[in-house]
């Protein structure tokens, strides 16, 4: 019954969205929303175990306004109004000419799209590579899922500017190397989006630091009083609680959570600025994409909801890894399709692929650790490299979260 409090909306937009879909175009129009959903899906999954890193550390009122104003942001913002915003910045036009071309021309409004893709790749890709870097470099990572790779960056993040430079240095050979005759326009969007990102991390942390996420404020106070619509849980009063499977931890709220969810929904448009473009090789009319590509970020947020209230992270600790090791791929594709296509299929196979293998290493972990416990034998000793490091404790502790570097 839990899940399906998590998921009940998700399933309700998806009958209510390809219906509305099959009245409104046909059999043909329901089909696309349903395949639209999927990729999006496939897309963004490594999306919603990032996501939930960073959910597990805002208060339940921040949480509930992720899964209401974010969906709106998601959905209008990110699949709608945002493909339309670039059109209209890349091709100097007014954004009521390109929204009229988008109803009245849309062979023309795709290709126009598809000449801002650059622009897109190289902010989304800078901004997606930070995150993996700004993990790999993490001096105060405990956990480690391949420990051969990760100890040298581990042991080099000490140098805190590291990721920085390396981010820039990478953004160079880019411009120059895979940007053809976008040279210019992936500088600018690159550092456009690197200087997001810091914005948006810095912030936070600076807010953090200083304490004013545990101060509850009369919102979340309000909300607590209310319960919780995200969890089906009861709060009393306004004090932070601990949730199943994971330390004891200080929720943020005020405006550290702010700015927590400012930075998870810039993520998610990173993540979605290569499902929205290459969902127009599916279908051109703006409106089915929004409802397919709708339907599947109200799935990514569910499960990112489900992930937080299971504890799923403490439970298989190399998901996070995973995720982060997708991402690192992601920017990766993001940069080469520049200037050479790459299928949608080859980018969800491996952001999957990185899940499945984490999810797969989590599962061992647990069972070698059960099995010397069982033993007497103590803690495993996993400092070969092959994928077992030695988590604290039973494996119930969460890895560090994103952006948060002391």
């Known amino acids: 019954m839990h899940a399906l409090r998590i998921f009940g909306w998700s399933i309700a937009i998806t009958v209510i969205g390809i219906a509305a879909a099959g009245v409104i175009g046909g059999a043909d129009a329901a089909a696309i929303v349903a395949i639209l959903a999927v990729l999006e899906i496939s897309l963004s999954f490594d999306n919603a175990v990032i996501n939930a890193t960073i959910l597990g550390r805002m208060s339940e009122f921040w949480q509930r306004i992720f899964l209401s104003v974010g969906i709106i ?86 140098l ?142 569910s499960v990112t909801v489900y992930l937080v209230r299971r504890g799923t992270l403490g439970e298989y600790i190399y998901l996070e890894h995973g995720a982060h090791y997708a991402i690192g791929a992601l920017a990766v594709i993001l940069a080469i399709s520049i200037e050479t296509e790459v299928h949608e299929i080859v980018t969800g196979l491996i952001g999957v692929g990185f899940i499945g293998l984490a999810l797969l290493s989590s599962i061992r972990h647990r069972a070698m650790q059960r099995k010397a416990a069982g033993g007497g034998t103590g803690a495993v000793d996993s400092g070969d490299g092959d994928g077992e490091s030695a988590a604290a404790g039973d494996g119930e502790e969460n890895a560090p979260a994103i952006g948060t570097r002391t």
């Open 73 to 158: 942001i998601a959905v209008f913002g990110m699949r709608l109004v945002f493909p339309i915003a670039i059109v209209a910045l890349t091709a100097h036009l007014n954004p009521v000419e390109v929204f009229d071309l988008a109803l009245n021309d849309e062979a023309e409004y795709a290709a126009r799209l598809h000449e801002a893709h650059p622009s897109i790749a190289a902010f989304g890709g800078i901004f997606l590579f930070m995150i993996f870097l700004d993990f790999m470099f993490d001096p105060e990572r405990d956990i480690q899922w391949l420990k051969r790779l990760e100890e040298p960056f581990r042991k080099a993040g000490q």
């Open 160 to 301: 805190d500017v590291l990721p920085v430079v390396t981010g820039l240095v990478a953004l160079l050979v880019v411009a120059e190397a895979f940007s053809g005759d976008h040279t210019q326009q992936v500088l600018t969007a690159g550092v456009a989006g690197l200087a997001t990102y810091l914005g948006v991390r810095g912030l936070g942390e600076f807010f953090e630091a200083r304490g004013v996420g545990v101060e509850a404020d009369d919102d979340d106070e309000g909300a607590a009083d209310a319960g919780s619509a995200v969890a089906g849980e009861s709060v009393a009063g306004g004090a932070p609680q601990r949730r199943t499977g994971t330390p004891e931890v200080v929720l943020a709220t005020g405006r550290a959570a702010f700015f927590l969810f400012l930075y998870l929904e810039v993520i998610d448009a990173s993540f979605s600025f290569d499902g929205v473009v290459g969902a127009f090789a599916i279908s051109q009319n703006i409106f089915i994409i929004a409802v397919g590509l709708g339907i599947g970020a109200m799935y990514i947020r």
